[in-house]
């Protein structure tokens, strides 16, 4: 075991110089199975384990509380199904990874697009953030910016491997090469890339700690509000993209037309009505394709769990 120079044990030398390597290892290993593989058949098996292996993860706990919760409507068989075409998408999303930037070389056969228009007008004169959630492949979505001649810097959560971390950010190359980690850190440069004129993309639907409570499937739920902290300072055009798994690895990418930005004076409010209709939107998005969104995370705190009936059951 590595020591300090005064003689204590280092902690942390087991994960540096064991753990970490042997996870980046077997992350290397399964990208380069997935790689070989045609882009259909990767897809097939990441599905194929995920419909199998996924329900029988303890993460599926949270995933049938939060689904019951948020869409009470569900009886607990339909619950069930959505939860294992949850996994099914995100096994393909999985193993779709090392084939990204083929999946919109091949475009024509594989990408319906709708509203791109709305992408393409309005690039230019004004910073533009867009905003996604876990929906589909989530990936997709970024990576069509960068098809279409304008990369989007894309701000994104740190894997606790920093190895694992810098594999990610390899695969996601076809997105982006300009990338902002969550933090304060992460956020200045973010700032600066949009005074600079870049533009910017984040996934805004999942777990935070800290934020503004916002409904979202009729809770509070804690809310990144820096998206719209930075449209309101910048005048940035904001605007939501939704990727829709249509069948196997075919998918359909929705554009929106920009939202209208609320300018009544009172920063405060304006950032709540800001949050509230992105919120709005993505649960619209979610009751669609309810299999398609990551009911994984810790999207509502404790007290929002504790279900009557016993709803979290199945």
């Given at each position: 075991m590595p020591m300090y120079k005064d003689g204590r044990r280092d902690p942390g030398a087991y994960k540096r110089f064991v753990q970490y390597p042997l996870e980046a290892l077997a992350v290397c290993l399964l990208i380069a199975v997935l790689k070989v593989l045609p882009i259909d058949t990767a897809s097939n098996l990441g599905g194929a384990v995920g419909r199998r292996l996924g329900p029988k993860l303890g993460a599926t706990k949270r995933a049938r509380k939060n689904l019951a919760r948020a869409m009470p409507e569900l009886d607990a068989a339909a619950r069930e199904?959505?939860?294992?075409?949850?996994w099914d998408?995100?096994?393909?999303t999985i193993a779709e990874y090392p084939h990204m930037g083929k999946i919109w070389r091949e475009r024509e056969s594989r990408i319906e697009d709708v509203g791109f228009h709305h992408y393409q007008h309005t690039m230019g004169d004004r910073p533009c953030i867009f905003?996604?959630?876990?929906m589909g492949n989530w990936e997709l979505s970024q990576?069509?910016?960068r098809s279409l001649a304008t990369e989007l810097g894309l701000i994104y959560r740190r894997a606790n491997n920093p190895l694992v971390n810098a594999i990610l950010l390899w695969l996601r190359k076809p997105a982006s090469s300009t990338f902002f980690h969550k933090g304060p850190d992460g956020a200045k440069k973010s700032v600066r890339?949009?005074?600079n004129g870049g533009h910017l993309g984040m996934l805004v639907d999942q777990k935070l700690n800290e934020g503004v409570p916002v409904t979202f499937f009729g809770i509070p739920a804690m809310t990144a509000p820096a998206y719209a902290l930075l449209a309101l300072k910048f005048n940035a055009r904001l605007m939501m993209?939704?990727?829709e798994r249509l069948n196997g690895c075919r998918f359909r990418i929705t554009v929106t037309e920009p939202l209208t930005l609320p300018d009544t004076g009172d920063r405060e409010a304006d950032t709540l009505a800001i949050l509230t209709n992105v919120?709005?939107?993505?649960?619209?998005w979610i009751k669609e394709r309810p299999a398609q969104w990551l009911w994984l995370h810790k999207r509502?705190?404790?007290e929002a769990e504790q279900l009557p009936h016993d709803q979290s059951s199945t």
């Open positions: 199904q959505v939860i294992i075409e949850m998408n995100l096994g393909r905003v996604s959630g876990h990576c069509g910016s890339h949009l005074k993209a939704r990727t919120n709005q939107q993505l649960e619209a509502w705190p404790e």
